[in-house]
């Protein structure tokens, strides 16, 4: 007999006290929008509910009190209360676990992480770019996690990461070296809106998209030019994969751009050929 695999919920850690920023990180603005707002609408686009997680005097906060809420209602305090609140919350849910402050996490990124999630380990997540470490928080928390945390944290356990090193996880390498990069000071706030808002500046450019064997079936042609903002093919395939569903993940495929094998990070320029090229069929 199959067992079910657990759906997925958002939770978006917002109970910090983001105290080498010296004010609220979940309010500050970016482009219009608070850092609380931009990842929980993010998280939204992939899992069917989110939640913030927030301590007991965080409820009325005017940034938090309009958003679902999960309140920490385990002992101790940081992010492995949050996440166990949540388990605790809804036994029969997997959790993808965010910290509020990603400024540059795209869709692509949380697209893959649920795409090669292992419903059968604890967890699933990225290796940090700087240290090679885990991110528990970007991440899927599955069911199974709540005994073992439980049982971590009773000994003496307070670092989701360290749990992350000595128990059964999936662990990813990232695409996008920079989408989990976290903000922490003023200064690293001050040069993540100059980043963000350089990005913003790009102007969408053409591209040329070409399709074969049941990707041509899924997307209803062989070929199109289309305006995109994407910068990469994994984002590309990404932003189609939206559009048509694809049925085929991004690891079973191969991309070209102008006529030569790519890897799915290089940077796009207007007027590239893309094509995504699926597994050949036979032995």
Request: a negative charge; aromatic letters at 8%; one cysteine or more.
């Amino acid at each position: 007999m199959t067992t079910a695999i657990a759906p997925v919920y958002g939770l978006i850690l917002a109970g910090g006290s983001s105290l080498r920023m010296r004010r609220d990180k979940a309010a500050l603005p970016y482009q219009g929008k608070s850092q609380l707002d931009r990842a929980f609408e993010l998280a939204s686009r992939h899992v069917v509910k989110v939640f913030v997680s927030v301590r007991a005097d965080q409820l009325t906060e005017p940034t938090r009190a309009h958003k679902p809420l999960i309140v920490d209602s385990v002992g101790g305090e940081g992010p492995l209360a949050g996440i166990r609140s949540a388990l605790q919350s809804y036994p029969d849910v997997a959790w993808l676990v965010l910290a509020r402050d990603l400024p540059f996490l795209s869709d692509a990124a949380l697209e893959r992480l649920l795409a090669d999630r292992d419903p059968n380990l604890l967890a699933t997540a990225y290796l940090s770019t700087h240290d090679g470490l885990p991110e528990p928080l970007c991440a899927v928390w599955e069911p199974a996690a709540a005994a073992a945390l439980a049982q971590y944290q009773s000994g003496g356990g307070r670092c989701p990461r360290k749990f992350m090193m000595n128990h059964p996880v999936r662990l990813l390498e990232p695409s996008d070296r920079h989408a989990l990069d976290n903000v922490n000071t003023p200064e690293e706030y001050a040069r993540a809106q100059e980043d963000l808002d350089s990005s913003a500046q790009t102007h969408p450019m053409r591209l040329k998209i070409q399709y074969f064997a049941l990707m041509r079936e899924q997307a209803g042609r062989s070929e199109e030019t289309l305006e995109t903002s994407s910068t990469t093919p994994e984002e590309l395939f990404s932003e189609l994969n939206a559009r048509y569903g694809f049925t085929l993940s991004r690891e079973q495929l191969k991309v070209a751009v102008n006529s030569e094998f790519s890897d799915w990070s290089k940077k796009l320029r207007a007027d590239d050929a893309v094509v995504f090229i699926p597994p050949v069929a036979g032995g």
